[in-house]
Every structure is written in C-alpha cells, then in structure tokens.
C-alpha cells in the first residue's frame, strides 16, 4: 500500500497551494484550498481504512502546510 507520511503531505499540498496562488488564487482563499487539499489528501491516503482518520490526519496536513508557509513568509 502506498504510504504518505506528514512530511510528505504538507509538502505536497504547499506546492498545491503555491500552484494556485500562482494561477491567481486570491491570498483570502489560501486556508480554505490548503485544507480542502489536505482532507483530500488524507482520503485518499487512509480512507480506505478509517475514514475519519483520513478526516482529521488530512485536515492537519493543510493547517500545518499554512503554518509552515506563514512562517517562510516572514
């Protein structure tokens, strides 16, 4: 079975999220594609096996992909 750590996850959606931004996503939009993004990531990930960790591990790989971000932009 493929495996996404959360390293991997928050790292992809960034480069989703930075793709958008740069396709003309307003900057207010940024924390609702980033966690859309992660949640879709973890579905797709672990939702086979537990649909509500797919939820919630997906979830924290957009907050944190928007954290880690905010802090580069600085």
């Given at each position: 079975?493929?495996?996404?750590?959360g390293i991997g996850a928050v790292a992809l959606c960034?480069?989703?999220?930075?793709?958008a931004e740069k396709m003309g996503l307003p900057e207010?939009?940024?924390?609702?594609?980033?966690?859309?993004?992660?949640?879709?990531?973890?579905?797709?990930?672990?939702?086979?096996?537990?649909?509500?960790?797919?939820?919630?591990?997906?979830?924290?790989?957009?907050?944190?992909?928007?954290?880690?971000?905010?802090?580069?932009?600085?």
């Open positions: 079975m493929f495996e996404l750590y960034g480069a989703v999220l930075k793709v207010k939009f940024s924390p609702v594609v980033a966690c859309s993004f992660g949640i879709i990531e973890g579905l797709v990930v672990y939702g086979q096996e537990d649909l509500l960790q797919g939820v919630v591990l997906g979830f924290a790989a957009g907050l944190s992909t928007l954290g880690l971000l905010s802090q580069l932009q600085k």
